[in-house]
Each structure stands twice: as structure tokens, then as C-alpha cells.
């Protein structure tokens, strides 16, 4: 309760109603443990707890559902727990050689905590070597317990052979931009990676 209150940026004061929805809401335990940190304020008990949660479910698939059309029933999902990436070069993984340059490496925060989920973020950096990009939950603490903070990795190739090509032909480094999705099934992937240069004509119009 105390978590939700925060991510929700308002104080137990300033809830009018509650209304409890799924069968535990039965449970005397549960309940008894709600009204320990609720006080005084009423539980609302008066939905159908299990068909409440079924039907939120039908809806929800319906939306999603690419079987067959219906109406859209007006729902916003979050992700509870932040994304995080990291990139580092494929071929340096593992190498901590002393003599060697500092590693390069990128972090970054992608999908942050409780943010809508079904969304697209694209981050973009120059760069001449492959890359390999993991995906992780950035905060493991506030995972469940037992959870894992692992999710994805990828090894992003033929960036090194295509800069290797531009620099042949006297442009400069590519830049390297990898688009990720949080799906609407709450699922984090990496849809898209794509390396370019930029080069100038100059065009004499007589």
C-alpha cells in the first residue's frame, strides 16, 4: 500500500474510496492486514471479486486481441520495475588487460518505473566496433524474491565492417541506433538496430 501511494504521488488522506477486487479479498488474514495500515477507512466490498478480475482480463485480451475487432475499452498497463540497457564492445568482453584503453561501455535507463507499457525508445551513439547489449532490470532490489535481474542478450554485428567500408571511402564514424520495445504484454526486446553515415553532395545548378 505504502508503494503504490508513492507511485501514485498522493497521500492515504487523500483517497475518498477504496474498492477491493480478486478472491483474496475474502481472506480475514487479508483483510485484518489492509485495515492495520487503512485505519478507519471503509473496505469496499462491494464488487464480485473473482468475476471483477476475469472480466478485467477478457477486456484487456480483447484489446490486444488481433483475431478479431472490437471496441476499444479504455485500459493503461504499466511496467512496475525499470529497464535498464548496457553496451559494451563484443569484442573486448571479458579483456581487462591493464595496458588496454579504458573499456567503452554505455548505461542507460530506458523504460523507467511505471511507465506505460506498448511504447517504443530509440537511443543513438557513434560508434565503429560491434556491441553487445544487455538488458536487465535496473533496480534487482525491488524485484520479488527469487527473481531474476537478467532478461536479454544480444550481439549486435557488421557495425565494425561497415565503418571499416566508410572509412575507406574518407566519412566518418556511423551512428548506431538500436530501437527497443516495451510490448503491451509487458515484454522488453530489442526490435531494431541500424548503423548509417551521413554524406554531403554538393550540386552545381547552372
Known sequence: ITKALAAANVTLEEVDVIELIGGGMRVPKVQSSLKSVLGEKELGMHINSDESMALGASFYGANISSAFRVRQVGLVDINPFPIGVSLENLDGM?????DDEEAWGKKATIFKANSKIGVKKTI???HDEDVHCSLDYAEPDTLPAGAQKELLRYKISGVAAFAKEMEEKGLGKPK???????????????????????????????
Not at 571479458?94 to 591493464?98: P, T, V
Open 176 to 206: 548506431v541506433s538500436l530501437q527497443f520495445e516495451l510490448s503491451s504484454s509487458g515484454t522488453t526486446s530489442l526490435v531494431k538496430a541500424e548503423a548509417a553515415v551521413e554524406e554531403k553532395y554538393t550540386v552545381e545548378v547552372e
Open 124 to 126: 543513438a551513439f557513434t
Open 94 to 98: 571479458g579483456d581487462e588487460s591493464a
